[in-house]
């Protein structure tokens, strides 16, 4: 059973940052891939960014340049640094993770930005 805890979920104005955090019950190196996605009133959940086993990286256009995915092994945590963070970042994250043929998600971390 793989269980994966947010946190690090926040108000802030507009142009601060937040890390979250993602703690993962499982040898992260493991898995196929680990992700972000995030989910706004009213809207589709959507890929943020992916880091993969071997440690590429992709994101969504909308937060290139802003947002980095990293992870640390030893802890089996996975991160999204959010830099320069505007309104329309508000959303609800959710931590994922592809193993095997199973995908798991977190119960999100909710991440508001003020004008």
Same mark, same amino acid.
């Given at each position: ?19 979250? +955090? @993602? ?12 992700? %972000?996605y ?5 809207? &589709? $959940?959507?890929?943020?960014? !992916?880091?993969? $086993? ?11 340049? $802003? ?5 640390? /092994?030893? !802890? ?6 959010? /830099? +320069?963070?505007?309104?329309e ?5 959710? @931590? /994922?993770?592809?193993?095997?043929? /199973?995908?798991? %998600?977190? &119960? ?6 003020s004008?």
């Open positions: 059973q793989v269980q994966l805890v947010e946190s690090g979920g926040g108000l802030v104005q507009a142009g601060g940052s937040l890390r979250l +955090s @993602c703690a993962a019950s499982i040898i992260i190196f493991s898995a196929y891939s680990m992700a %972000w995030r989910q706004a009133p009213g809207k &589709q $959940r959507e890929l943020v960014a !992916r880091i993969f $086993r071997g440690g590429s990286t992709t994101y969504a256009d909308s937060v290139m340049g $802003r947002f980095t995915i990293s992870r640390d /092994n030893a !802890r089996n945590t996975v991160y999204l640094q959010m /830099n +320069s963070l505007k309104p970042d508000t959303a609800v994250y959710y @931590c /994922n993770v592809l193993l095997a043929a /199973n995908e798991y %998600w977190g &119960q999100g971390t909710q991440v508001t930005v004008s």
